[in-house]
């Protein structure tokens, strides 16, 4: 039996990894004011439809949408910002002081096509801060993604920053480009001429040399954003230039949820392949209002841990180090090696037991072969304590080895 197409085992080798990712994710969230949340697994299937957008590629193909046995919808959980805010509304987090900022390190699920870095059940780090619209949120929030990768070693990233204004002005922008396509329709690839209708920001990703001529005359969202919008997306910039984050302004930058309002941004990294996207995020300003509260700014991100790791170049890592191996000499001793072993565990020391049934000579050679800084052996008539560095030996009561080990040192 294999595990399911798309998805991985974390094994004991790759566990200090992500241990780190998990630590440094604390350590610079919870640095700015970010707590941990916890958000179950799966949903109702509402909240993504009504969250992430019905017409998003999300929720047209690529949620674990089942019935519950209930005759209720549930899907497993494909993004973490609208849970959270879900969460925000159903514990009253509006009552608290704004914004309110959490953070969650998640399992998240997307009947995806599996490759290198795309997976159907994959590891994201979030962040959220809910209640404030102030562009030195947004620009924060990037500069702690921009630390994040910077502490795990994520190599050659690049930043991209946009602003998509509000809904209305890109449906003003949307009429404004599709008029602009319709004119030069005879010049352009038939699968964008095929969706001029449904999607014609895509023709900004087009390769074909017709259409790539016609988008570099294109009008652009940025050039068409509302006053106060522009103003906003100035002051994010500002800030990101004051706290020396590089970036550059990618006037196609268009992320596949719909909540988005002004600021987005992705980080990608050159290191990755085809799924070179590490981390992105954005504002949004009226999904809150969308889950049925009352309008509330909100500004948030996503990174994957897989993509991240990968891109860190994720080191596998030895096995935890050992201080005491407790060997004994005979079936009868084997009570009193266990107990010198919870000895050494209560003392703090990390300590393993002969559980295998190795000859004397062959419980030295394991000693030796897991890295352990000290080798006891119980035997009838006593014990020895083996410094294994120096390779001294000392006989010691069995009741004395914990004490006598941790008088003479600890893991050198
Ligand atoms: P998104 O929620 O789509 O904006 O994704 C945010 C980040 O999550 C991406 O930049 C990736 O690092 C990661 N990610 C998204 N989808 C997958 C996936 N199917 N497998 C692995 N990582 C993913």
Known sequence: MKAPKGTYDVLPDQQAARDRVASAAKRVLEGAGYRRIETPTFEATELFARGVGAS????????????????????LRPEGTAPVCRAYLEHGMHKLPQPVKLWYLSSFYRKEKPQAGRYRQFWQVGAEAIGSDDPAVDAESIVLLQTLLDELGVEDVRLRISSLGSPESRVRYRERLTA???????????????RIDLNPLRAFDSDHPGTKAVMRDAPRLLDALDADDAEHFREVRELLDRAEVAYEVDT?????????????????SDRLGAQSGVGGGGRYDGLIEQLGGKPTPGTGWAAGIERMLLAAGDERTAEPPVDLYVAFDGVEQR???????LDARRAGMTAQMELAGRSLKGQRKHADRIGARWLAVVRADGATLRDMQTGEEVDVPPEGIVARALREGGRG
């Open 56 to 75: 998003t590629d999300i929720v047209q193909k690529e949620m674990y949408t089942f019935d519950d046995g209930g005759g209720r919808s549930i899907t």
């Open 180 to 194: 602009y396509l319709r004119a030069h329709e005879g010049e352009l690839s038939k699968e964008v001429r095929d």
């Open 252 to 268: 196609t930058l268009v992320r596949g949820l719909d909540y988005y309002t002004r600021t987005v941004f992705e980080f990608t």
């Open 335 to 341: 009570a009193a090696a266990f107990g010198v072993s």
